[in-house]
């Protein structure tokens, strides 16, 4: 006989409703269950009639499900999150819904859909995610199907520092309309805090795609910080709504004296079993502002006596960044031209270049009240860092590797925001909020006898401390090969002593390291995998899978060319068919990256 499953925990009952409810059906037979069912079936379709003396067919005729595609585009997970919870939900308003990254996606079958509902970032200087790079090139060329029929609506995201804020979705909006497909929901472009704007535009576009026998009470609205993701373990507990206080048990300065770097080692202590991560996520760290610089924009703006005002700006409002909304209610609130000039043509790019907001105030000053500057402001936003430790190896703790940012522009000193609220204002025994992002395009594979190719400078090294500790847990056979590049052996060689360890062990079969300023030459990362050319390939035709963390705009970015060069030398040296070699790892899920 088949055991009856219980309930999940996620189901949307009470503990104490689930708990009756499992003590029902375990002991009900399957004629019983049969009856209840078709019972509840003719209760859906029999809505808004009188209860009194209404007749209920115990099995009453099913509605047919609206087809729904959820397209996504993601670049730190967000686009991806929002997707998978609308499938939850538009399952329960009789949508038949299928979720789509659009680096698997084909543009002929989305061409197709009857309803499409599109979440899509925009990163960097308005590049869509490295992810669907393909697609929205396809999409935007000449030989793009025609989209008749299709009925549609973007949620663009993306961050207002950036001056192409939300290009990507602005893109692919119009362009679906050029193709033939009907807008049904306005598009929304949101900023880094747009959980609860996302909530309610994908409740407005569910209502509007839904199908047109669906009753009006039967219409969920969206939640999407209580919402259940695609699976149950798919959606950690503590998110960036939802962080928990953890306690900093260890913070080293793993740079020695005389570096130019300063690299901390951060380990935070969290005493609950819901904080669970993979090694590849990533931990999100709420910071807490210089109040030196809270000080400063205070009194710019003539508040510098309100105490209470500055302890706000400390733990609260994002007061760095310089974006073009912000820029233009200032412009509005003072009515000064000269604020509003900055907004045409090219003026915001170049006054804000290597410029924060302090320096809007003081080259603009105003006496403003409280309440005018804070509404000036956006909410503080956490930061992301790839997760360095295995919590296998580490119970109820996660290790960061955070790389101190400190420069200085247009005669002030500048500080990253979280970098220097771990390295200059955190303390051992203290505490911070963290949260957890999965990142589910960036993790080992699921056979520990693949071998893995490891490529990362400076804090890019960070994830690879804790795929090695999970292999050495797990027992894992396959072999495993790090490339680790920075400036000098004697002072930035990070975790040193540790892959030392692990060579020893077995548990890190090989290592290459790349020091630039060691010699007069310049050597990187990328200079090394060229010279390993051959054995690379070897470990590739042995099922390799390969990883890069890092900065993509400079190692990423030059060693994904170098192993397309690499790739070519199997083609006879045509670059053209390495590429579409790498575009088919990609693919496979053998070449994976965390840049940024």
Same mark, same amino acid.
């Given at each position: 006989?088949?055991?009856?499953?219980?309930?999940?925990?996620?189901?949307?009952?009470?503990?104490?409703?689930?708990?009756?409810?499992?003590?029902?059906?375990?002991?009900?037979?399957?004629?019983?269950?049969?009856?209840?069912?078709? *019972?509840?079936?003719?209760?859906?379709?029999?809505?808004?009639?009188?209860?009194?003396?209404?007749?209920?067919?115990?099995?009453?005729?099913?509605?047919?499900?609206?087809?729904?595609?959820?397209?996504?585009?993601?670049?730190?997970?967000?686009?991806?999150?929002?997707?998978?919870?609308?499938?939850?939900?538009?399952?329960?308003?009789?949508?038949?819904?299928?979720?789509?990254?659009?680096?698997?996606?084909?543009?002929?079958?989305?061409?197709?859909?009857?309803?499409?509902?599109?979440?899509?970032?925009?990163?960097?200087?308005?590049?869509?995610?490295?992810?669907?790079?393909?697609?929205?090139?396809?999409?935007?060329?000449?030989?793009?199907? %025609?989209?008749?029929?299709?009925?549609?609506?973007?949620?663009?995201?993306?961050?207002?520092?950036?001056?192409?804020?939300?290009?990507?979705?602005?893109?692919?909006?119009?362009?679906?309309?050029?193709?033939?497909?009907?807008?049904?929901?306005? %598009?929304?472009?949101?900023?880094?805090?747009?959980?609860?704007?996302?909530?309610?535009?994908?409740?407005?576009?569910?209502?509007?795609?839904?199908?047109?026998?669906?009753?009006?009470?039967?219409?969920?609205?969206?939640?999407?910080?209580?919402?259940?993701?695609?699976?149950?373990?798919?959606?950690?507990?503590?998110?960036?709504?939802?962080?928990?206080?953890?306690?900093? $048990?260890?913070?080293?300065?793993?740079?020695?004296?005389? $570096?130019?770097?300063?690299?901390?080692?951060?380990?935070?202590?969290?005493?609950?079993?819901?904080?669970?991560?993979?090694?590849?996520?990533?931990?999100?760290?709420?910071?807490?502002?210089?109040?030196?610089?809270?000080?400063?924009?205070?009194?710019?703006?003539?508040?510098?006596?309100?105490?209470?005002?500055?302890?706000?700006?400390?733990?609260?409002?994002?007061?760095?960044?310089?974006?073009?909304?912000?820029?233009?209610?200032?412009?509005?609130?003072?009515?000064?031209?000269?604020?509003?000039?900055?907004?045409?043509?090219?003026?915001?790019?170049?006054?804000?270049?290597?410029?924060?907001?302090?320096?809007?105030?003081?080259?603009?000053?105003?006496?403003?009240?409280?309440?005018?500057?804070?509404?000036?402001?956006?909410?503080?936003?956490?930061?992301?860092?790839?997760?360095?430790?295995?919590?296998?190896?580490?119970?109820?703790?996660?290790?960061?590797?955070?790389?101190?940012? %400190?420069?200085?522009?247009?005669?002030?000193?500048?500080?990253?925001?979280?970098?220097?609220?771990?390295?200059?204002?955190?303390?051992?025994?203290?505490?911070?909020?963290?949260?957890?992002?999965?990142? %589910?395009?960036?993790?080992?594979?699921?056979?520990?006898?693949?071998?893995?190719?490891?490529?990362?400078?400076?804090?890019?090294?960070?994830?690879?401390?804790?795929?090695?500790?999970?292999?050495?847990?797990?027992?894992?056979?396959?072999?495993?090969?790090?490339?680790?590049?920075?400036?000098?052996?004697?002072?930035?060689?990070?975790?040193?002593?540790?892959?030392?360890?692990?060579?020893?062990?077995?548990?890190?079969?090989?290592?290459?390291?790349? *020091?630039?300023?060691?010699?007069?030459?310049?050597?990187?990362?990328?200079?090394?995998?060229?010279?390993?050319?051959?054995?690379?390939?070897?470990?590739?035709?042995?099922?390799?899978?390969?990883?890069?963390?890092?900065?993509?705009?400079?190692?990423?970015?030059?060693?994904?060319?170098?192993?397309?060069?690499?790739?070519?030398?199997?083609?006879?040296?045509?670059?053209?068919?390495?590429?579409?070699?790498?575009?088919?790892?990609?693919?496979?899920?053998?070449?994976?990256?965390?840049?940024?």
């Amino acid at each position: 006989m088949t055991a009856v499953p219980f309930l999940p925990k996620n189901a949307p009952f009470t503990a104490e409703e689930i708990n009756l409810l499992n003590q029902l059906v375990q002991k009900s037979t399957p004629l019983q269950r049969s009856w209840l069912s078709g *019972f509840l079936a003719g209760l859906d379709a029999a809505q808004g009639q009188s209860s009194a003396g209404a007749a209920i067919a115990p099995a009453a005729q099913a509605r047919p499900r609206q087809p729904l595609t959820i397209l996504y585009g993601s670049e730190s997970g967000n686009s991806e999150s929002l997707a998978l919870k609308t499938k939850k939900l538009a399952a329960k308003q009789n949508f038949d819904a299928k979720v789509v990254d659009m680096a698997d996606a084909d543009l002929a079958t989305i061409a197709k859909s009857k309803n499409l509902i599109v979440y899509i970032a925009t990163w960097g200087e308005g590049d869509p995610p490295q992810r669907a790079v393909d697609f929205h090139k396809a999409l935007m060329s000449d030989d793009a199907p %025609r989209f008749d029929g299709v009925r549609f609506a973007v949620l663009a995201l993306g961050d207002t520092a950036y001056v192409n804020f939300c290009q990507t979705g602005k893109q692919i909006d119009a362009r679906l309309e050029a193709l033939g497909a009907t807008r049904v929901a306005d %598009r929304e472009d949101l900023d880094l805090d747009f959980q609860k704007a996302a909530a309610a535009w994908t409740d407005k576009a569910l209502e509007v795609l839904a199908p047109a026998d669906t009753a009006p009470n039967t219409v969920v609205h969206v939640d999407f910080k209580g919402a259940p993701a695609a699976d149950e373990d798919d959606e950690p507990r503590f998110t960036a709504e939802n962080p928990i206080e953890a306690e900093i $048990s260890a913070l080293i300065n793993l740079n020695g004296t005389g $570096s130019t770097r300063e690299t901390w080692h951060a380990e935070f202590a969290v005493d609950d079993p819901g904080f669970v991560y993979k090694p590849g996520d990533a931990i999100g760290l709420y910071p807490e502002n210089d109040p030196e610089l809270a000080g400063d924009l205070l009194k710019a703006v003539g508040l510098e006596s309100d105490a209470a005002l500055k302890q706000k700006l400390v733990h609260s409002f994002d007061i760095t960044t310089l974006s073009r909304p912000l820029v233009d209610g200032y412009a509005k609130l003072t009515g000064r031209k000269d604020v509003a000039k900055l907004l045409e043509d090219g003026e915001l790019a170049r006054f804000s270049a290597d410029r924060q907001l302090v320096d809007l105030f003081e080259s603009f000053p105003e006496k403003l009240s409280a309440d005018q500057f804070v509404k000036l402001l956006r909410p503080l936003p956490g930061r992301l860092y790839s997760v360095a430790s295995s919590l296998k190896a580490h119970p109820g703790e996660a290790h960061l590797l955070v790389g101190a940012v %400190r420069w200085t522009s247009h005669g002030r000193t500048r500080k990253g925001v979280t970098s220097t609220y771990l390295a200059d204002r955190c303390k051992t025994g203290g505490k911070a909020r963290v949260y957890i992002k999965p990142n %589910r395009h960036f993790g080992l594979p699921a056979d520990g006898d693949r071998p893995i190719i490891m490529i990362g400078a400076g804090t890019g090294v960070a994830p690879y401390r804790g795929f090695i500790e999970e292999r050495a847990e797990n027992g894992d056979k396959g072999k495993s090969w790090l490339f680790f590049g920075e400036r000098n052996f004697s002072y930035d060689f990070l975790y040193q002593l540790e892959w030392q360890d692990h060579l020893a062990s077995g548990a890190l079969s090989r290592i290459d390291v790349a *020091f630039s300023r060691d010699q007069p030459e310049k050597i990187y990362v990328q200079t090394r995998l060229w010279e390993r050319r051959e054995e690379l390939l070897k470990w590739l035709d042995e099922g390799a899978h390969i990883y890069v963390c890092g900065d993509e705009k400079g190692m990423a970015k030059d060693v994904d060319t170098t192993l397309a060069k690499i790739l070519a030398e199997t083609a006879k040296g045509d670059e053209e068919a390495g590429r579409a070699k790498l575009k088919e790892l990609t693919k496979a899920g053998r070449y994976q990256r965390d840049v940024y």
